[in-house]
């Protein structure tokens, strides 16, 4: 371990579940105090948080007052851990295109923006400060009619974290993307048909998805390397090789 993890604060956005959760436990196992942020489960976060001695807040991230409100709230955060997203699957039936897009890009990117704005402040104070932004192979590849925005927020997420990283260099901040394929969330394997599931792994020279866990370590272990600064780890099993 390059860096002492023990009592800093991190913040998850949308650590209430899936790989979030993960990623507040991988953190909180290595002493750190975890923020379980969510905006609409805040039960679900709190059962979260309760389990590693965390905080569980809600707060909508597209919302710059909110986000100011929970920042103030919580105080410093040492490492941002940009993860919350819009669920792809959930656009409404009566939203347009455009009111799509405006959801999408407020949670996924705008989201991203602000909390890493607010707690780049701080993380400069101090000077010291990581953050993780999880992206997500649509990221690269042609996107389907579903995933035009989503792919499109996560690739400009791209271009944001490495803006961080070039502002917060001579400030001890590293900025990082992790960009995974198919994660086995309790979501993920409910929502696939068991068809949907062995086409998905088709694509997948390693045959399966990531675990949440191993997925959550691969984000401290970007935290855990300071040199490490404005790039994108893929975490694919080998996905590219079959593009
Ligand atoms: N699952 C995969 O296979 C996969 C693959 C590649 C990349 N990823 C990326 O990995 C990350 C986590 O994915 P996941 O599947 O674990 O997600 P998920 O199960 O859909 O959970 C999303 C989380 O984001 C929160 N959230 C939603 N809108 C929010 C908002 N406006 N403000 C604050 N929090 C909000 C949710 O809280 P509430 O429940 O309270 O709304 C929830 O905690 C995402 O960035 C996703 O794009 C996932």
Same mark, same amino acid.
């Given at each position: 371990?390059?860096?002492?993890?023990?009592?800093?604060?991190?913040?998850?956005?949308?650590?209430?579940?899936?790989?979030?959760?993960?990623?507040?436990?991988?953190?909180?196992?290595?002493?750190?105090?975890?923020?379980?942020?969510?905006?609409?489960?805040?039960?679900?976060?709190?059962?979260?948080?309760?389990?590693?001695?965390?905080?569980?807040?809600?707060?909508?991230?597209?919302?710059?007052?909110?986000?100011?409100?929970?920042?103030?709230?919580?105080?410093?955060?040492?490492?941002?851990?940009?993860?919350?997203?819009?669920?792809?699957?959930?656009? =409404?039936?009566?939203?347009?295109? /455009?009111?799509?897009? $405006?959801? +999408?890009?407020?949670?996924?990117? #705008?989201? @991203?923006?602000?909390?890493?704005?607010?707690?780049?402040?701080?993380?400069?104070?101090?000077?010291?400060?990581?953050?993780?932004?999880?992206?997500?192979?649509?990221?690269?590849?042609?996107?389907?009619?579903?995933?035009?925005?989503?792919?499109?927020?996560?690739?400009?997420?791209?271009?944001?974290?490495?803006?961080?990283?070039?502002?917060?260099?001579?400030?001890?901040?590293?900025?990082?993307?992790?960009?995974?394929?198919?994660?086995?969330?309790?979501?993920?394997?409910?929502?696939?048909?068991?068809?949907?599931?062995?086409?998905?792994?088709? =694509?997948?020279?390693?045959?399966? /998805?990531?675990?949440? $866990?191993? +997925?959550?370590?691969?984000?401290? #272990?970007? @935290?855990?390397?300071?040199?490490?600064?404005?790039?994108?780890?893929?975490?694919?099993?080998?996905?590219?090789?079959?593009?």
């Amino acid at each position: 371990m390059m860096d002492s993890f023990e009592n800093k604060k991190v913040l998850v956005t949308g650590g209430s579940r899936g790989l979030g959760e993960a990623i507040c436990r991988r953190f909180a196992s290595a002493g750190c105090q975890v923020i379980v942020n969510c905006a609409h489960g805040i039960e679900v976060a709190e059962k979260v948080a309760a389990g590693i001695n965390g905080i569980a807040y809600a707060c909508d991230i597209s919302d710059e007052k909110a986000v100011a409100r929970m920042f103030s709230d919580v105080g410093p955060v040492d490492i941002l851990v940009n993860n919350a997203r819009i669920d792809p699957y959930k656009r =409404g039936a009566d939203m347009t295109d /455009g009111d799509w897009w $405006d959801a +999408v890009m407020s949670v996924n990117l #705008k989201g @991203a923006y602000l909390c890493g704005k607010f707690a780049f402040e701080d993380m400069k104070k101090r000077q010291w400060g990581r953050m993780i932004h999880i992206s997500s192979l649509w990221a690269y590849q042609p996107a389907n009619e579903r995933m035009l925005s989503y792919a499109a927020a996560k690739s400009a997420m791209h271009a944001l974290s490495r803006g961080f990283a070039n502002l917060g260099a001579t400030h001890g901040i590293t900025s990082n993307v992790l960009a995974p394929g198919l994660i086995m969330t309790d979501l993920i394997m409910t929502r696939l048909t068991p068809e949907q599931l062995e086409k998905e792994m088709a =694509g997948i020279p390693l045959g399966r /998805g990531a675990s949440t $866990d191993e +997925v959550a370590e691969a984000v401290f #272990k970007i @935290a855990d390397t300071p040199f490490l600064t404005g790039e994108i780890i893929n975490l694919n099993g080998g996905a590219f090789m079959r593009a």
